[in-house]
């Protein structure tokens, strides 16, 4: 396999597994800003599934909580992960968004993560605790087309 299948076929590979979850985001969330991040995964054989696991463990808390974060791994292959539905989504719908959210991020890889903002939650992955820095440059609330810094985060 040449590296552009390789990839083409992990990123699909990724995809399917979310979608097997079984949960159908209807009506489809909007994607209102994605970004990836600049570093590439350091190791491929331990990204991949660390990445799937990660996405995995996210869901189980943000379908009690409305958001949650997740750890899997460490030091260089490290994926720390966020994820958060915003206010006034129910802890029904708030899966729907967030399952939709790990299908789009994946378009990332090979970075080692990345931000994806649809129009009810956000979704945030990468090799370090960045849990501190919601009030980044790169972090914001976006409301319809007009963001703000996401002070209420
Ligand atoms: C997404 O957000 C980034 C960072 O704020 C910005 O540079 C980029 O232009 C945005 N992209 C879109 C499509 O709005
Ligand atoms: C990636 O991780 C696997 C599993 O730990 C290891 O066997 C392999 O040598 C690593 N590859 C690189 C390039 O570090
Ligand atoms: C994250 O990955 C980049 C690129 O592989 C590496 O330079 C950096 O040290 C990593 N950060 C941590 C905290 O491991
Ligand atoms: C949002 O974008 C649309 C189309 O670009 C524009 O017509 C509208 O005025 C914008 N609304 C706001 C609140 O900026």
Known sequence: MNKTAGYVF??????????????RAEPR????NMTCNPQREHN???????????MER???VLRQFGWGTAVIGSGLDANYGLAQ???????????????EARTVLPECYPSNGGRVFL???F???????FYEEYLGPNDMVVCGNAS???SDF
Not at 10 to 23: D, N, P, W, Y
Not at 29 to 32: F, K, N, R, T, Y
Not at 85 to 99: E, H, I, K, Q, V
């Open 10 to 23: 992990t990123v699909l590979m990724i995809k399917s597994l979310a979608l097997l979850e079984g949960v």
């Open 29 to 32: 969330a909007q994607i209102v």
């Open 44 to 54: 491929t054989t331990l990204f991949v599934p660390n990445f799937i696991a990660l």
């Open 58 to 60: 996210i869901s189980d």
């Open 85 to 99: 539905c915003y206010g006034d989504l129910s802890l029904t719908d708030c899966p729907l968004c967030y399952a």
């Open 119 to 121: 129009d009810k939650c």
């Open 123 to 129: 979704v945030r992955s990468g090799n370090y605790s």
């Open 148 to 150: 703000r810094k996401g």
